[in-house]
């Protein structure tokens, strides 16, 4: 293929994307009790616009119809769009890293130490006071990034750290720390109910003051990873080969760690553990655009994010008034999918 | 400029276990050197020295008198390719993204491949023939197919050395030539320094300018292949017994195996003497002397192949000058032979009047009551270049009792059940 081809074709799946993103936004931002037309959403968007907002004239909708929009249901929808891009990039890294396709944002135990922080803070109600809403994801943040980092120094063999090795440590590290959760919550009695809630991931209540902390995250991880987006590709040869071909390996799986722990423990730390979508993605996305990483990772992020948001609205409607988890949600769809992929695919390779 | 590698004094452990120690040799510019030597020796780990994965524990290696582990690995990728054994990839990539994989060290980091760097991975596809295979996933080709991939990726690189480990050694015959061709043409044409592991020594002798025989880690020989591939050396390094010959064509050592596991119990003390000459008995004396027997053969024209294959399985034989006919001195010498022997073979050989006194010999042989086997690969009348002479001699051999046999097998068949 001519080099420009190629770049016109990554740019057309991308914009496809974003599109298709934009369109679900706004129909999922009308899901609720309250009538809202996708008409009347675009309008309120396109209002809050520098400049051109003034010139959109103001529907008949009642003020509480803009709040319900802009406050409640878009803040939810956005942050739908920040765990699931999070999630999904996070996974195509560690597909990357691991010349693994079974590779997964939780495969470190970044879940697992995730959780255990949550619970802890949740049972034990620590720091409460001074971190206020913050505590859990705080908690939870903090229980995935130390837990990334002792899987990262339990694998260390000399200055290397294989990753192999870095695969069953974080499977190890994982099941102490799923151990430990278990533990806590049954000698904990009352609040068991909000842990198993939170461990079971969903997006319910969170306001834009969520989304404005998870957002330089995601950005940070989201740039380093599509910085490094043509050295992951090499490293799809294996280490060594890549090593031949000029990539200071070492360093860059601590960077390419970083960016996916940052982007998984983040959106991890926000809503609960929400499983699936760091594994299906990536695949679905390979599958469709091939696995180059300079179009894969902003196509899974992309494709990770319109996931969510249908999943989320999915979780609020399916059994209204009642909420399902959003990982339920996930789970379900995930779990038969990832079949059908198997099938299909075989051993052929990914 | 061309890149000059160089090893001083190199040691390499894994672990507490050294594995090289005290190497020191200079991979000459423009070179072809193969790197030989048993399993264990430590030929890969001094490749992956080498081609800077692997930190040596003392000594140094030099790319361009600077130190390779102190280089960044982006400049070191610019300069050297490394093609390993075997190169499994589990995502579908196309060939040509692969091979575009090559570039990765000449791209800036936000730098996308430019109209150049796909020329040049085009002219590489040309080069190693897989143009063909260009948009094919890299998990859909064969083995054979993936590593001309792998080498053209290398290719890619623009290096001025390729590392290669056992490049060959899962490919059929024509894929090993393909390749190591390929390679040969860019160690002339582009002045490309080749240095490779190989198993096969065959190989090593045909393509190699110089090799580089390892044994237990350290270096056992260097040189030209001539030189390092004696049998001597191979039976010193390898524990193993083999024949070097010049091969027909080319004139390189070519190494063949002998099969000394066969050693035949029956053979043991058992003398036989063998007529022959011109290579009509070069197949059976090595087979003989491989059973075990204790062989000798006259009369023997220097030089000719029955001759060479004689000497270099050290047998003791009755020698005549080149195209010369048998001299009664030597006709004298093999009769001693024969006497000494407990069993009389002649091979299939043509008789003209230079060497009809062969045949006379082995008459005599059944005078004196030798068993006499003759090999008939070859009806007498179409070997009889003496104008009848020999059909009557051999007949007359026939009568008195030579027993007939048709091939190499059939004889060792027949000696075995005598007593």
Same mark, same amino acid.
């Given at each position: 293929?001519?080099?420009?081809?190629?770049?016109?074709?990554?740019?057309?799946?991308?914009?496809?994307?974003?599109?298709?993103?934009?369109?679900?936004?706004?129909?999922?931002?009308?899901?609720?009790?309250?009538?809202?037309?996708?008409?009347?959403?675009?309008?309120?968007?396109?209002?809050?616009?520098?400049?051109?907002?003034?010139?959109?004239?103001?529907?008949?909708?009642?003020?509480?119809?803009?709040?319900?929009?802009?406050?409640?249901?878009?803040?939810?929808?956005?942050?739908?769009?920040?765990? /699931? $891009?999070? *999630?999904? #990039?996070?996974?195509?890294? %560690?597909? &990357? !890293?691991?010349?693994?396709?079974? +590779?997964?944002?939780? =495969?470190?135990?970044?879940?697992? /130490? $995730?959780? *255990?922080? #949550?619970?802890?803070?949740? %049972?034990? &109600? !620590?720091?409460?006071?001074?971190? +206020?809403?913050?505590? =859990?994801?705080?908690?939870?943040?903090?229980?995935?990034?130390?837990?990334?980092?002792?899987?990262?120094?339990?694998?260390?063999?000399?200055?290397?750290?294989?990753?192999?090795?870095?695969?069953?440590?974080?499977?190890?590290?994982?099941?102490?720390?799923?151990?430990?959760?278990?533990?806590?919550?049954?000698?904990?009695?009352?609040?068991?109910?909000?842990?198993?809630?939170?461990?079971?991931?969903?997006?319910?209540?969170?306001?834009?003051?969520?989304?404005?902390?998870?957002?330089?995250?995601?950005?940070?991880?989201?740039?380093?990873?599509?910085?490094?987006?043509?050295?992951?590709?090499?490293?799809?040869?294996?280490?060594?080969?890549?090593?031949?071909?000029?990539?200071?390996?070492?360093?860059?799986?601590?960077?390419?760690?970083?960016?996916?722990?940052?982007?998984?423990?983040?959106?991890?730390?926000?809503?609960?553990?929400?499983?699936?979508?760091?594994?299906?993605?990536?695949?679905?996305?390979?599958?469709?655009?091939?696995?180059?990483?300079?179009?894969?990772?902003?196509?899974?992020?992309?494709?990770?994010?319109?996931?969510?948001?249908?999943?989320?609205?999915?979780?609020?409607?399916?059994?209204?008034?009642?909420?399902?988890?959003?990982?339920?949600?996930?789970?379900?769809?995930?779990?038969?999918?990832?079949?059908?992929?198997?099938?299909?695919?075989?051993?052929?390779?990914? | 400029?061309?890149?000059?590698?160089?090893?001083?004094?190199?040691?390499?452990?894994?672990?507490?276990?050294?594995?090289?120690?005290?190497?020191?040799?200079?991979?000459?510019?423009?070179?072809?050197?193969?790197?030989?030597?048993?399993?264990?020796?430590?030929?890969?780990?001094?490749?992956?020295?080498?081609?800077?994965?692997?930190?040596?524990?003392?000594?140094?290696?030099?790319?361009?008198?600077?130190?390779?582990?102190?280089?960044?690995?982006?400049?070191?990728?610019?300069?050297?390719?490394?093609?390993?054994?075997?190169?499994?990839?589990?995502?579908?990539?196309?060939?040509?993204?692969?091979?575009?994989?090559?570039?990765?060290?000449?791209?800036?980091?936000?730098?996308?491949?430019?109209?150049?760097?796909?020329?040049?991975?085009?002219?590489?596809?040309?080069?190693?023939?897989?143009?063909?295979?260009?948009?094919?996933?890299?998990?859909?080709?064969?083995?054979?197919?993936?590593?001309?991939?792998?080498?053209?990726?290398?290719?890619?690189?623009?290096?001025?050395?390729?590392?290669?480990?056992?490049?060959?050694?899962?490919?059929?015959?024509?894929?090993?030539?393909?390749?190591?061709?390929?390679?040969?043409?860019?160690?002339?044409?582009?002045?490309?320094?080749?240095?490779?592991?190989?198993?096969?020594?065959?190989?090593?002798?045909?393509?190699?300018?110089?090799?580089?025989?390892?044994?237990?880690?350290?270096?056992?020989?260097?040189?030209?292949?001539?030189?390092?591939?004696?049998?001597?050396?191979?039976?010193?390094?390898?524990?193993?017994?083999?024949?070097?010959?010049?091969?027909?064509?080319?004139?390189?050592?070519?190494?063949?195996?002998?099969?000394?596991?066969?050693?035949?119990?029956?053979?043991?003390?058992?003398?036989?003497?063998?007529?022959?000459?011109?290579?009509?008995?070069?197949?059976?004396?090595?087979?003989?002397?491989?059973?075990?027997?204790?062989?000798?053969?006259?009369?023997?024209?220097?030089?000719?192949?029955?001759?060479?294959?004689?000497?270099?399985?050290?047998?003791?034989?009755?020698?005549?000058?080149?195209?010369?006919?048998?001299?009664?001195?030597?006709?004298?010498?093999?009769?001693?032979?024969?006497?000494?022997?407990?069993?009389?073979?002649?091979?299939?050989?043509?008789?003209?009047?230079?060497?009809?006194?062969?045949?006379?010999?082995?008459?005599?042989?059944?005078?004196?009551?030798?068993?006499?086997?003759?090999?008939?690969?070859?009806?007498?009348?179409?070997?009889?270049?003496?104008?009848?002479?020999?059909?009557?001699?051999?007949?007359?051999?026939?009568?008195?009792?030579?027993?007939?046999?048709?091939?190499?097998?059939?004889?060792?068949?027949?000696?075995?059940?005598?007593?």
């Amino acid at each position: 293929m001519d080099p420009q081809g190629r770049v016109w074709r990554w740019r057309a799946i991308n914009s496809a994307l974003l599109l298709v993103l934009g369109v679900i936004v706004i129909l999922c931002t009308t899901i609720g009790p309250a009538p809202i037309s996708p008409g009347d959403v675009l309008l309120m968007l396109l209002r809050k616009a520098p400049v051109l907002g003034s010139c959109i004239p103001r529907g008949d909708w009642p003020d509480s119809f803009e709040t319900i929009v802009l406050q409640m249901r878009l803040a939810r929808v956005c942050l739908a769009v920040l765990v /699931g $891009a999070g *999630l999904a #990039a996070s996974g195509v890294v %560690l597909q &990357g !890293l691991l010349q693994n396709p079974m +590779g997964d944002p939780y =495969i470190l135990g970044i879940s697992s /130490g $995730a959780a *255990l922080g #949550a619970t802890a803070a949740m %049972l034990f &109600g !620590l720091g409460a006071s001074a971190l +206020g809403i913050y505590t =859990i994801p705080v908690f939870a943040f903090l229980g995935a990034a130390v837990t990334a980092v002792l899987v990262y120094g339990l694998a260390r063999v000399g200055n290397r750290a294989p990753m192999s090795t870095l695969l069953l440590a974080g499977i190890a590290a994982g099941s102490f720390l799923s151990a430990l959760t278990s533990y806590a919550m049954i000698t904990s009695g009352e609040n068991i109910h909000q842990v198993i809630f939170w461990l079971m991931g969903g997006l319910a209540g969170r306001g834009w003051d969520y989304v404005l902390v998870l957002l330089p995250y995601s950005v940070v991880s989201f740039t380093l990873m599509c910085v490094f987006a043509r050295h992951l590709n090499v490293m799809l040869l294996g280490e060594e080969p890549a090593q031949h071909l000029g990539i200071d390996v070492e360093r860059l799986k601590q960077i390419m760690l970083g960016a996916a722990t940052l982007a998984a423990a983040s959106a991890v730390a926000v809503s609960g553990v929400i499983g699936f979508v760091g594994l299906i993605i990536p695949h679905a996305v390979r599958l469709l655009v091939g696995p180059d990483h300079r179009v894969l990772l902003p196509a899974s992020i992309l494709t990770g994010a319109i996931f969510l948001v249908a999943a989320d609205a999915l979780a609020r409607v399916a059994a209204a008034p009642e909420e399902i988890p959003v990982g339920v949600i996930t789970a379900l769809c995930g779990g038969p999918f990832f079949i059908y992929l198997l099938r299909k695919k075989g051993s052929a390779g990914f | 400029m061309a890149v000059t590698l160089k090893i001083i004094d190199l040691a390499c452990s894994y672990g507490a276990t050294r594995v090289l120690d005290g190497l020191t040799f200079s991979f000459a510019r423009g070179s072809f050197t193969g790197i030989i030597g048993p399993n264990g020796s430590g030929k890969s780990t001094l490749l992956r020295s080498l081609s800077r994965v692997l930190k040596p524990a003392g000594g140094a290696v030099l790319l361009d008198d600077r130190d390779l582990y102190a280089l960044h690995a982006r400049e070191v990728a610019k300069k050297m390719a490394v093609v390993p054994q075997e190169t499994a990839v589990n995502f579908s990539f196309t060939v040509e993204e692969i091979i575009m994989m090559g570039r990765s060290p000449h791209l800036g980091r936000f730098q996308g491949e430019s109209e150049k760097d796909f020329a040049l991975v085009n002219r590489v596809m040309e080069l190693t023939n897989t143009r063909h295979l260009a948009r094919r996933p890299i998990t859909a080709i064969s083995g054979g197919e993936r590593q001309r991939v792998i080498v053209a990726k290398a290719l890619a690189q623009e290096p001025e050395i390729i590392l290669l480990d056992e490049p060959t050694s899962h490919l059929d015959i024509n894929h090993q030539v393909e390749i190591l061709n390929l390679l040969k043409r860019l160690n002339r044409e582009e002045h490309a320094t080749v240095v490779v592991v190989f198993h096969d020594l065959n190989l090593a002798g045909q393509y190699c300018d110089s090799l580089l025989l390892m044994q237990k880690g350290r270096i056992y020989m260097t040189g030209k292949p001539e030189k390092v591939l004696t049998a001597d050396h191979i039976k010193e390094v390898y524990g193993t017994s083999v024949i070097i010959r010049k091969h027909p064509v080319t004139g390189r050592p070519a190494v063949m195996l002998l099969a000394r596991g066969l050693q035949d119990a029956a053979a043991e003390g058992k003398r036989v003497h063998v007529v022959c000459g011109g290579g009509a008995g070069a197949s059976l004396l090595e087979q003989l002397a491989n059973y075990g027997y204790d062989v000798t053969a006259g009369v023997l024209n220097t030089g000719d192949i029955d001759w060479e294959t004689a000497r270099s399985l050290e047998l003791k034989t009755v020698e005549e000058a080149p195209f010369s006919s048998i001299t009664e001195q030597s006709h004298k010498e093999n009769l001693e032979l024969i006497k000494n022997a407990d069993v009389c073979v002649m091979a299939s050989i043509p008789f003209g009047r230079g060497n009809i006194k062969n045949l006379e010999a082995v008459i005599l042989a059944l005078d004196w009551g030798k068993p006499v086997l003759l090999m008939e690969e070859q009806k007498i009348e179409e070997r009889d270049y003496t104008g009848g002479q020999a059909v009557l001699l051999y007949n007359e051999l026939k009568n008195k009792g030579a027993v007939v046999n048709q091939d190499a097998t059939a004889i060792l068949d027949t000696l075995s059940l005598l007593k």
